[in-house]
């Protein structure tokens, strides 16, 4: 198991008991703990993966026309393809649309003094493969 594969299992296993822990009745809640999960996971990069978490909860929670739903399968994957991306190894990044990546460029630039310099060479030869530049 890949550690992508574990951080998906994690965050399936912490939306389950948190949903059975507070009846279905807390998606907001549900998704901020797989977004909590989402930055314990990807330690050392400064505030980037929470700023990462936050952008995913404005853009795909919150805008969400089924909140009572969230976090769907499609948007853990998405958090899942994000994390990749930090490890360096980016996966499905097929599920990020440009606008972002543009974010994701934004965000990386802002906390750029944070992040080791090898992690953040490779999201920005990322960025420019994805015309995010």
Known sequence: MTDIQKFEADARRVLKHDRAEH???DPRGSSAAVAELFERTAPGLGSLPHEIAAY???????QS???????????????????????????????????DWQELTELVRCEAPDIPLETLSQLMSLFLEHGAL
């Open 23 to 25: 009846g279905g009745a």
């Open 56 to 62: 995913w909860m404005r853009t795909y929670i919150e």
């Open 65 to 99: 026309a089924a909140p009572e739903n969230e976090p769907t399968e499609a948007h853990i994957q998405w958090l899942a393809a994000a994390l990749s991306l930090l490890y360096g190894a980016p996966e499905d990044t097929h599920l990020f649309t440009q606008a």
